[in-house]
């Protein structure tokens, strides 16, 4: 056996598939943002104002969407580029990200304001509205247009008083001032948490929206194929296609997930370290299971809806498991899945159901997120749909679909 310290040096020293890691930090800017094209555009369009006619028109816009659909991150990105086309044509255009989550009241975020804009704000106590002045003095004898976009801004009028929403959002009122200098980004989770505000207020705020939905299994491929490709966040070959495919399908909103992207990126990161862990110079499946097993913490309630599945439920699950240990293979046609299925009944002693009923089951458990299906490639045979368990196989797990079934094979020959 190694000694420990021959253990650690053979993990710093042992194979990686990894080329360039930090590619997977949340707060990492890619390149490209796949499948958000079009609100980058609708962005523009909104926007393109202060680069034809600056100072005209304060531009209002709302983005909208759950977590992990990308608004910071095509917020940032569309704030990066617009402000250095601006740039080449001569024009002061910034891009101000403030998370009101970190800067959690109004004096904050105007000081954080100050500070990405490298402003000193003398320290005596200043009110909201001279702090602004003193902001706004100093865009004006730059001529900076300042592009601001207010992130989680739910969190901020969720926990501050009505007077302060009402000054960030009607600066101009408060200022008269001719030219204006302050555009608005509103990022926001949920466009309910604008109900409790004020109609004068939401009239202010509610422009342009622009939705960002969940990602669809096809669009997680693309960006996780983007980051491990384009990005070279993995080597080359080290993540197979299917493993893609498999993360790409358990968030797919198509699928039954959450459409959340970063859930995906987070799921391939640790699949990466997993294989590194086991010395293994690809990406399985199985990596992507396991660690899929430890980010998703819908896993748990999976695991208490075992406890909900009738008999039949529970004999395709297990149809699976022996067809996964049997065959080491990740995905099995429907076909074979039916006969383990038949072959499982029968020795159990429960007449198996038919073929239309069997249908019914994959489909609930693939909505239950217990099972992956997905269509074959067109083969000789034509499309098939092919299965997999969404969970690694462990002995916990094999226990607790074998000890349910055998709990309501006793209730069934008891009644
Ligand atoms: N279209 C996309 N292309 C590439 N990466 C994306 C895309 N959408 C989201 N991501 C990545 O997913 C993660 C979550 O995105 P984020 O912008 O933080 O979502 P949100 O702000 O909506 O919660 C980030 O790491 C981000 O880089
Ligand atoms: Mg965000």
Redesign the pocket.
Known sequence: MDSLKDVIEDAIHGTTVFERINA???????K?????EIQIRELTVNFRDILINPGSTSVRVV?T????????????KFGEIFSEIAKEKGLKIFYLHINCHRQRTLYLILMEIARQLNLQIPNRGLSSQETFKLIYDYLDKRNIQLILAL??FDYFISTSPVEDIYFLVRIYDELNALVKRIHYIF?L?EMSSLASLDKSIKDHVIKNIIE?HP?TSS?LF??LD??IKTEKAFREGAVPEETIKFIADIYGVDKGGNG???L??ETLELAGKIADTEGSPQVSIDHAKKANSKINPELSIIIDTIKDLDLHQLLVVKAIMNLHKKEGVDFFPMGRVEEEYNLVSRELGAPPRKHTQLFEYIRKLKLMGLIVARQSGKGMRGRTTLISLSVPLSTEFEDLINNEIRDKLLQQNNY
């Not at 997977?24 to 890619?30: M, R, S």
């Not at 490209?32 to 958000?36: A, E, I, K, M, V």
Request: charged content about 30%.
């Open positions: 997977l930090n949340p707060d990492y800017i890619p490209n943002l796949p499948h958000r983005i969407g759950k977590t992990g659909t990308g608004k910071t991150v095509t917020a940032k992130d989680e990022i989770r960002f990602y669009d693309d960006i983007d980051r959340n992207a970063r995906a990126i």
